[in-house]
């Protein structure tokens, strides 16, 4: 079946760097979009980056210009390089994958299978 496992996250003080791993098994990896999401508490899941088949990438504007999406194909692994992280970055962050295509990349409810997440916290 389809797994995602998530790794990276961490305390992290405000201007540092993280970098999230994916892994994920159980499908042909390169054939499908991937993104990643992050959750603060008593908000909606908001996308952070995208990347597609061929690699072309998209980001929010929140993250545009610090973080950076990258996949290694042949170890089925996902990445988040996070760079001059702010107190606003903390979140429980997603990778997700097999999206549906004809809405936005950021639409959550369009990506059909999750990992657990992993917890960033920035402090200031």
């Known amino acids: 079946q389809v797994q995602l496992v998530e790794s990276g996250g961490g305390s992290e003080q405000a201007g540092g760097s993280l970098r999230l791993s994916c892994v994920a098994s159980g499908y042909t990896y390169s054939r499908f979009y991937m993104g990643w999401f992050r959750q603060a508490p008593g908000k909606e899941r908001e996308g952070v980056a995208g990347?597609?088949?061929?690699?072309?990438?998209t980001y929010s504007d929140s993250v545009k210009g610090r973080f950076t999406i990258s996949k290694d194909n042949a170890k089925n692994t996902l990445f988040l390089q996070m760079n001059s992280l702010k107190p606003e970055d903390t979140a429980m962050y997603y990778c997700?994958?097999?999206?549906?295509?004809?809405?936005?990349?950021?639409?959550?409810?369009?990506?059909?299978?999750w990992g657990q997440g992993t917890q960033v916290t920035v402090s200031s």
């Open positions: 997700a994958s097999h999206r549906r295509y004809g809405r936005s990349w950021s639409e959550f409810r369009d990506y059909k299978y």
């Open positions: 990347i597609d088949r061929d690699g072309t990438t």
